[in-house]
């Protein structure tokens, strides 16, 4: 058993692990963050999708012990200190952009990556940088409505 | 889902992981694992110890050398391809290359050292660095040799990396000609159906003066097209028959056959984009 | 109109055109709070204390004896605590059993006795105290098997001499049935011409992004199950946990937390609730299990299958009679046998007006896996072959594929409308549905472009589909071909609403929640007869068996808008009507004078508020010696509720489904003669489901099942080599479609409200799934006409494109003749 010392959204968090297992099994079932989704085997779905230094990562395809002293960013770490809902948050509610929500996760740490770090993106442009996360539910037009609506807000909160 | 038992080893300088690499049993080397954790967590590959070589700084660099060579660390990862700076400016056909492959989530944790070393058939990077003249660096306890890319890439997930052997860098000599990479694939994750590289430079009379063809998803992996390029090359480009030196080359191949494609249709396909990307190429 | 929020603000709910509470708007979903912040709570979400985890060992054979079973090594491994084989579970449980089938096979138990019958099926169980040593000990299981010949086709199976998948039935045929309706010999003698063709439908799945898993803790102090799945039938699930493992009914607790995806998959997860809930009997641990996606994609899946059509037409393109066959392999987990069959009786004419029908069917076992009611079960089929016999008709007889239609579809003036067999199309205006798409989807201005594009050689394509999408199963249909009763139906729910001490509004949908907004809407209809706000209603999206249910309650079938809407409707009218009551008496007003709103209870005449709720409901529960004597305490319903224009089954006239939505699919697509794959560039519907609640999840159904049936035209199908090993094991090989691949769909909306359901809404939700295949098939052929591609099957891969085209003369043209 390997104890691994990393930070969570902001947090710091230890658990003891053995080599094998994998990074989402380790924030979910050792740590407790259930926010983080599982939906395939193979790094095809995206559900697991994570930040490891603001960038988007599949937490299914990392080792636990691989991100030692790692700083990682997931779900629960969007909402404001007192439970104020992001702005990627909030465009997705406001757009219906989840129905059953087990890929929203996923699409969260996305949106709240690439709205940050792209020129304003057409509908086109999304859908591209979207293609590593699979939603079975909404056929995904209001999760692409949801990214621009979020990017406009982050704009304009931006001025 | 859930990966065998292994030992892990996090080695901090290159020296500590060579050494390993000689003593532990079965080494197996992890860079942005993402090709082989799937293997693992289908339980495809059981291996006794992981060597990550996540930690070793001077893997993640980029430099140009004396010759005017790109050298390009092994653990140099897709995203990082595409937004160097030197490898866009000397080598723009490579940064091409790199977005095609996979997503945004795979680009930023998959590197180019695992990619080549994966030696998929149908990955992206090794045609580039077929057309480009590649070489890779193998280091060992042993000492250090360097390997024309043709000759490191020996078939399907096959290279002439030995077991104590780690792929250190990748030296790419400067090319700044007019180039183009293509995939087709139904989905941009998908490995290619067909891939195509090629670079082209068009001498002042119109004729072609160099002119570089590899194609991937072959089924002994991919391969420079020789033939094609001596019977284009030196040719005015109004006076070749592009159709048929295309199909003489192409039939000669073996496409990789399997459930997103047959040998006859990728053939016809390559063919296609072929005469297209060649025109494109040389107009 | 672009995508769902312009359509949003186009819609209003009331009668006189009035809003009217919440209802009709885009309220925005309550469960999201939840969600978005990472704690949706699903299945795998929830641990008990000391929790154990399964395993399975699934079949890698299609069709083999098990020789032998060894599992020392695996019961030495520490961290192991027990290991489940057939001969155990031979002995302790009884085998499942087939709904439909007229007889049921006696040998096919919750883990494979003997020998099995699919790649995939569970043979061996282990229970462990990780998911990684679970996982070990499955490796360290040896099972020697002895390869059976495998049946492979329906015409394997139908061969004399082929193996048996159930030697006790002794036949492979598990059901053929043969119907009749109207004079179809005299319409086949009267026409002008006859159009055949045998249309095929592949293996495909709507694969939930969550996949199957339970977990199961049985309580040897009480002799009490308490089992978590992701189920979307967990009525039906508590009965077979009774019927194969034999824990009484009553002494079963199952709940359903929020389903991460159902689409009708997770009606098959019960095998796996009743294998987690026996292994934690016998072990006294509370076990879970999570299903890998490899496994998921093992099983449960549509049909394959075939139906050959034959159309009786007048010149004119009247269809004046069909004669229609269905071969369907159900894989072989008999439990859903002929299911996909007999559904089809829902959308058999679809939009059309056909009175002469022969229908057969033959529901077929083989060694492919087990099948589910997938998203539409047997109506995407029945759809995407009515709208491929449209297509070919109006071809063959050399008018256009609108104007057949038109001939065709269902007078207006006729609604309600009662099939040839019985179904009744209680509302809805086909020909107007219709008009309204061409222009939506500016269909004329989309034949000049693809006039010109043609002209630049490119292959551009137009497609139509028409297509019905039922709701609410009248599940008796299982009864058509044998004799008795149904002792389930699917046109009944149960629902509680309360309200608690302290005011606040609950209700106990007593349903899984899927992904289909059911919270937010109960809360909009609610919170409406309380004159409270949705926020203020509190709906438990979570099934628990203790609230009770009618026996085959679930989320399936596209009843939510119909029987649960219904329940809580009544039970939330009826709680009214007692708070109503008890303030009258408390204040000596007439009942008749009296409403709720904003709180409080108010006189009608001059708006006075005459008590707080919340006073009322303290009132309810705590003063009991003044409390109005004609009145019980506490503020708690309890009604079901039951679509009662569900018929009983006779042969000459049943209804299958209770509600009728019905849309027109426009698209236009693009094949590269590069490569043959092909590309949506516009998508249109015309989408009518009666009243819609919210149309913000009206509109998100219509999109997401639609994608998802261009997924099964284009790019997912699970495929088998000859000895049946499954070849489509990860997402690398079973293709979804990301958004890359999927079209910007523009949606518009009608609303010709149902009569027979209590907001006059109609079933959403597989209407996409059921109407896109045709209209993608359609296209395609449109797009290939100068080659004279016909589409009779699906999935359209670029591959079996290219063998279509590969010989003819336009091709030649194409490719200078050198490839
Ligand atoms: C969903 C998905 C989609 C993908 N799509 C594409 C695509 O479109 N195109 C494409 O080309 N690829 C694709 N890939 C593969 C991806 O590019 C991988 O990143 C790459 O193939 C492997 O690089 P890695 O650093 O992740 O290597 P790893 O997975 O860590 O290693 C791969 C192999 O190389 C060996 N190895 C790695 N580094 C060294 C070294 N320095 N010396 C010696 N041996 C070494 C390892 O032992 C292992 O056998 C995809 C992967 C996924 C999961
Ligand atoms: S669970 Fe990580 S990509 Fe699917
Ligand atoms: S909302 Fe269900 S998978 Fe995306």
């Known amino acids: ?159 | 889902m859930y990966p065998t038992e292994f030992e892990y080893y996090r080695p901090k300088t290159l020296d500590e992981a060579l050494e390993l690499m000689k003593t532990v049993e079965e080494p197996k080397v992890i860079a942005g694992g993402q090709s082989l954790m799937p293997m693992l967590k289908l339980r495809f590959y059981e291996p006794a110890c992981l060597i990550d070589l996540g930690a070793i700084p001077e893997l993640k660099q980029v430099k140009l050398d004396e010759g005017g060579n790109l050298r390009i660390g092994a653990m140099v990862t897709h995203f990082e391809v595409i937004e160097n700076g030197l490898i866009r400016e000397n080598a723009p056909i490579l940064a091409s290359t790199a977005e095609n492959i996979g997503d945004i989530q795979i680009r930023n944790r998959g590197t180019i050292g695992g990619s080549i070393c994966e030696a998929d058939p149908s990955a992206d990077y090794p045609p580039t660095m077929f057309v480009l003249e590649a070489s890779i660096v193998l280091l060992s306890k042993e000492g250090r040799r360097t390997v024309r890319i043709e000759d490191f890439i020996k078939g399907p997930y096959e290279t002439d990396a030995r077991e104590d052997e780690i792929a250190v860098e990748i030296i790419v000599p400067k090319s700044t000609d007019q180039y183009h990479v293509e995939k087709y694939a139904r989905r941009k994750a998908d490995f290619a159906v067909v891939s195509v590289a090629a670079i082209a430079r068009t001498a002042s009379d119109g004729s072609i003066e160099e002119l570089r063809i590899a194609a991937g998803a072959l089924t002994d992996g991919p391969e420079r097209l020789k033939s094609l390029e001596s019977a284009l090359k030196g040719k005015k480009k109004d006076s070749v028959d592009l159709q048929t030196s295309i199909s003489e080359t192409v039939d000669a191949l073996t496409p990789i056959s399997d459930i997103h494609g047959g040998e006859e249709y990728r053939k016809y396909s390559l063919k296609m984009m072929l005469a297209r990307v060649i025109k494109e190429l040389i107009e | 109109m672009q995508g769902s929020n312009s359509s949003a603000q186009t819609l209003v709910y009331s009668e006189d055109g009035k809003k009217s509470g919440s209802v009709g708007k885009a309220v925005p979903r309550i469960e999201d709070l939840k969600i978005i912040r990472g704690k949706g709570g699903y299945a795998d979400d929830i641990e008990f204390a000391d929790q154990h985890y399964a395993a399975f060992h699934f079949s890698p054979f299609a069709h083999a004896k098990i020789k032998n079973i060894d599992i020392s090594k695996a019961l030495e491994l520490p961290g192991v605590i027990y290991v489940l084989t057939g001969e155990e579970v031979k002995k302790i449980t009884n085998p499942m059993k087939s709904r439909a089938a007229t007889k049921s096979p006696t040998s096919h138990y919750i883990l494979a006795v003997d020998k099995v019958r699919y790649m995939g099926e569970p043979v061996v169980a282990v229970v462990a105290k990780t998911k990684y040593i679970a996982a070990d000990a499955i490796d360290l299981i040896d099972v020697e098997y002895d390869p059976l010949p495998v049946v492979a086709t329906i015409e394997d199976a139908m061969k004399k001499e082929s193996e048996l998948i159930y030697p006790e039935i002794g036949t492979n045929q598990l059901i053929e049935d043969h119907f009749k309706f109207g004079d179809t010999e005299k319409a086949f003698k009267e026409a002008d011409k006859i159009v055949k063709d045998r249309i095929r439908i592949h293996r495909y799945a709507s694969t939930p992004l969550e996949t199957f898993v339970t977990s199961a803790f049985y309580d040897q102090t009480r002799d009490e199950l308490l089992a978590y799945a992701s189920d979307q039938q967990p009525g039906r699930t508590v009965g077979s946990i009774e019927s194969t493992i034999k824990i009484p009914q009553s002494k079963i607790r199952l709940i359903v937390p929020q389903v991460g995806g159902g689409f009708g998959n997770k009606l098959a997860i019960w095998q796996y609730v009743a294998l987690v809930s026996l292994l934690s009997k016998l072990t006294g641990k509370p076990v879970k299990w999570v299903q890998t996606r490899t496994e998921s994609l093992y099983a449960f899946h549509r049909p394959r299958g075939f139906m050959d059509a034959e159309f009786a037409l007048r010149k004119d393109g009247k269809i004046l009679g069909a004669r229609l066959t269905d071969w369907q392999a159900d894989g072989n987990w008999p439990y859903v046998a002929a299911l996909y069959s007999l559904i089809k009786f829902a959308n058999m004419c679809g939009v059309y007006e056909i009175r002469n029908l022969d229908y057969s069917y033959h529901s077929v076992a083989t060694n492919d896996p087990p099948i589910v009611q997938d998203r539409g079960v047997g109506k995407p089929f029945m759809s995407f072959a009515l709208e491929r016999m449209m297509d070919k008709s109006a071809d063959a007889l050399g008018i256009d594929r609108t104007i057949i239609r038109e001939k065709n579809f269902v007078p207006a003036e006729k609604m309600p409308y009662t099939t040839f067999s019985g179904e009744v199309y209680e509302s809805g205006n086909y020909p107007e549905n219709f008009r309204r798409a061409l222009n939506f989807s500016e269909y004329h201005e989309k034949l000049k472009l693809q006039e010109k594009l043609r002209k630049e050689g490119r292959y551009v394509g137009i497609g139509i589909a028409c297509g019905i999408e039922p709701g609410t199963s009248n599940l008796g249909y299982y009864f058509l071909s044998k004799e008795g009763d149904p002792d389930y139906n699917g046109a009944g729910q149960m629902a509680t609403v309360e309200m608690v001490a302290d005011g606040t509004v609950k209700v106990n949908m007593n349903g899984p929640e899927i992904g289909t907004g059911h919270v937010t809407t109960i809360a909009q209809v609610v919170s409406d007869v309380f004159g409270l706000e949705p926020e203020d209603i509190i709906v438990d999206g979570w099934y628990d068996s203790v609230h009770g249910h009618l026996t085959y309650a679930g989320t399936y079938s596209n009843a939510f808008n119909d029987v649960y809407l219904g329940a809580v409707m009544k039970a939330a009218t009826l709680l009214k009507e007692k708070i109503l009551a008890i303030a009258a008496s408390l204040k000596k007003e007439n009942v008749e004078d009296l409403d709720i709103a904003e709180g409080h209870v108010f006189r009608k005449s001059d708006s006075e508020k005459l008590v707080g709720v919340k006073e009322l409901a303290k009132i309810s529960y705590g003063r009991l010696l003044s409390f109005p004597k004609d009145q019980d305490p506490g503020l708690k319903i309890t009604a079901s509720y039951v679509n009662k224009t569900a018929k009983p089954f006779h042969r000459d006239d049943f209804n299958v489904q209770l509600t009728h939505s019905n849309s027109t699919h426009i698209c236009l697509v693009e094949v590269s003669p590069e490569n043959w794959n092909v590309k949506i560039l516009d998508y249109s519907i015309v989408h009518d489901a009666g009243k819609v609640i919210n149309p913000g999840i009206v509109d998100g159904m219509a999109i997401g099942s639609t994608v998802s049936g261009i997924g099964g035209a284009l790019y997912e199908e699970f495929l088998f080599d000859e000895q049946g090993n499954n070849l489509s094991l990860t997402f690398a090989e079973y293709m979804k479609p990301t958004a890359m691949e999927s079209p910007e769909i523009k949606l518009d909306e009608m609303e010709s409200p149902a009569p027979n359901t209590v907001f006059g809404t109609k079933a959403v939700g597989e209407g996409g799934a059921i109407t896109s295949l045709g209209a993608i098939a359609g296209a395609v052929e449109d797009a290939l006409k100068p080659f004279g591609v016909k589409i009779s099957e699906l999935p359209i891969k670029p591959e079996k494109l290219w063998e279509m085209v590969k010989d003819t003369d336009e091709y030649k043209k194409l490719t200078g003749g050198a490839n």
Not at chain 1, 33 to 55: E, F, N, P, S, V
């Open chain 1, 1 to 159: 058993m390997v104890t691994v010392n990393l930070t969570i959204n902001g947090k710091e968090y230890s658990g003891e692990t053995e080599p094998r297992m994998l990074l989402v099994h380790f924030i979910r079932d050792v740590l407790k963050l259930k926010g983080t989704h599982i939906g395939c085997d193979t790094g095809h779905c995206g559900a697991c999708t994570i930040q490891w230094d603001g960038k988007p990562v599949k937490s299914c395809q990392i080792l636990a012990v691989q991100a030692q002293g790692a700083n990682l960013k997931t779900v629960e770490g969007l909402e404001g200190p007192n439970g104020e809902l992001s702005i990627e948050q909030e465009s997705f509610r406001e757009k219906f952009a989840l129905q059953c929500g087990y890929c929203t996760s996923g699409f969260l740490m996305m949106t709240n990556y690439l709205i940050r770090n792209n020129e304003e993106m057409t509908r086109e442009e999304i859908r591209e940088k979207l293609h590593g996360n699979y939603c079975m539910c909404t056929g995904y037009q209001q999760i692409v409505d949801a990214v621009q609506d979020a990017q406009r807000k982050y704009f304009a909160q931006k001025k």
